[in-house]
């Protein structure tokens, strides 16, 4: 008998034994993940080569797949090379679960590591899983997507109903508090500190090992307690129990350990990665696929949140802080589809942690964990709200549920080299995926078709080659809003430029990646951003790091660097760049003089020889500017600069953040197709897409439009 607790939460548990994973920050994976570096260059366009190697990451969030078709031709390579170097590492065991299988693998790649797995674990293959007289799978949640069945890759698993009155009751009680909605940075700490010295034992889960040091080393220093990691309080809680005062802090913890009654009754969780592993958020950030996950999330959150609340008499404050967690709960398109004790606890933290302060805040903690006649007060409330709840299934759930049983058999043939029988099973998936939620599904499942029919034409079958190229072409027509499937695309007919709208796409992607950094549970870090890029522009004294701010937040990797003959900020988007000169202090009576045309006309030599994902760019110098005169001797210098007035550019740089604002509001996570497609209209319209910015600038010739002056 086999029994997984936490099942939904299993995944990397299940999947690891075929998952290698090389990582930069792990000494004995050092020699192994350089020469993987060096391994897929040759793949990857310039710019994802320079976020590789660790300059230009965004924030964290950048992870690309390389293609089914580009590894084919290169598997023995790849396989001879980590061959040399796995030998003595812990790696082997994984490695030689897949190495002769590498055609039913996918291979990813982020800044900080390489991974190489299955869609599906193979558990088929694990005799004593496999051929296991039964097995439980336990869960918070049952699902009915066939979230289990992908996870633990077994078929028709049978789910035991819920007891009466469960769908509406839950265990223990919960107070969520949401600081971040009404304190500043600095309150949120002081609220902390304080509900730390009003709970006496607190939790604290956190997403990083980092982020476990940096609280640690907080509360050791402000608050003077006995403070507990994970490794001490899996050996034993009784020391944690034994004080009165005491803080464990749990990196990367969100299931597993329980802290029931009386052991602790404040639980702090900073940020909740929705995505555990580069497949989950390629799919999901890439892909468009985040619907495929919905139960799998909303399981983890509900494990997170209910550490301390596991039996029907445990009640706890949960603080939610951090990035993508509070916004996940406060989101009301999703509270629909929580528990309805769930939505009723949430919605009441809500409405009492807006517009409210730390005394506030903290008073309202003081009465629950009292647990007195004024909180039992407060707590019929909770119980009205939960009667009127109502919880429903999330979208598309039915088509994800019909089409798992194929998926595991897709996954089977493909791991048996069947590569006919695996396109088969493929398109029999795609032919099921019509609700428009899983678009981006859809698109992932004509991908995966493809590769099979690929695979398939490399082993001689006949008029496969031409099958991937139309399964190819279909993906991208699914979702055009994906720029990951374009040049796949391409292998299926001579793709016209100026219908590619993939380099926009990209562009937004990387908005997306700032928009879940600034978060959307409040307006302050946007509205702080905007200010001081508004603030910036308006003065010479800070107009370059407010352009350079500025371009990140459109989308584009922007940079300036204080180095001899350097330029003023650049910004660079897929194959084109912007380097600006900015002459924003001049008197807009004055004259440019040659010294400074040579200046902006030589600023290209220099970026192709200082920024390298620029090196093959076409590369636009711009000068921004309120003169409206050159000297004789500096217009012939001027041919192919731009130029931008300063008042035009200050007026161009509000209406784009007018723009960003707009669509920020509409926001909910990446991936979202159609709010892809509404921000790729918005950023033509206001010539915020690089391509469009690039027509419109190189009409604006420096040396037509200054007036030479002797």
Known sequence: MIVIDDAHAAENYIANMWTLRIERAEAEHKQLHAALIGFVKPLLAPAMVARLEGGWDEGGYWVEKIPTPKLSTMRDELIALIDEHVGSLKLR???SMIRDHLQACHFYISTNEFLIRPLIPPTWTHAAFANAKQRIYMSATLGVGGDLERLTGKQSIHRLPVPDGWDRKGIGRRYFV??????????????????????????????????????IEDVEKALGFAVFDANAIEESKKEFLSHTQAVAVMANRYDGIDFPSDDCRVLFIEGLPKATNLQERFLMSRMGAAVLFNERIQTRILQAVGRCTRALQDYSVVVTSGAELPEYLSDQRRLEFLHPELQAELSFGIEQSQQNNVAGLLDNCRIFLEHKQDWEDADQQI???????????????????????????????????????????????????????LRGYRALWYYLSGSACWLAATEGIKNYEAR??????????????????????????????????????????????????????????????????????????????????????????AGKVE???????????????????????????????????RQVASHPNWIRANVPPAKEADILPVL??????????????????????????????????????????????????????????????GELDARVLLVTLRERQASKLLTPVK
Not at 193 to 208: E, F, G, K
């Open 93 to 95: 065991h994984a490695w």
């Open 178 to 215: 949401f600081p971040e909605m009404s304190l500043q940075e600095s309150e949120s700490l002081s609220f902390r500190w304080d509900l730390m010295r009003m709970a006496d034992r607190s939790v604290v889960l956190v997403p990083t090992d980092r982020a476990q040091k940096e609280v």
């Open 383 to 437: 119980i009205a709200k939960r009667q009127a709840a109502v919880q429903k299934p999330f979208p598309a759930i039915d088509d994800l549920a019909k089409i798992v049983n194929w998926e595991i058999d897709y996954q089977m043939a493909l791991w048996q080299s069947d590569f006919e029988q695996a396109a088969e099973k493929a398109e029999r998936i795609v032919g099921q995926l019509a609700s428009p939620e």
């Open 468 to 557: 991937a190229r139309e399964k190819f072409t279909a993906g991208k027509s699914a979702a055009p809003a994906l720029p990951w499937l374009v040049e796949l695309s391409r292998l299926g007919f001579a793709e016209n430029p100026a219908m590619d709208d993939s380099p926009l796409y990209r562009q937004l992607e990387r908005v997306e990646s700032i928009l879940v950094k600034m978060g959307t549970l409040h307006d302050r870090a946007f509205a702080r951003r905007e200010k001081k890029i508004l603030e910036g522009l308006a003065t010479s004294k800070s107009f370059e790091e407010a352009q350079r701010l500025l371009g990140e937040t459109l989308g584009f990797v």
């Open 563 to 597: 180095a001899d003959a350097s330029p003023d900020p650049w910004w660079l988007s897929d194959a084109i760049c912007f380097v600006f000169e900015d002459h924003a202090g001049a008197n807009p009576t004055s004259t440019l003089d040659a010294t400074k045309a």
């Open 624 to 685: 921004i500017t309120p003169v409206t005169q050159v000297t004789t001797g500096g217009a012939p210098h001027l041919t192919d600069v731009a130029l931008w007035s300063l008042s035009e550019f200050r007026k161009w740089a509000e209406a784009a953040l007018s723009t960003i604002r707009n669509l920020r509001r509409k926001f909910s996570e990446p991936g979202d197709m159609y709010w892809r497609e509404e921000a790729a209209d918005a950023f033509k319209a």
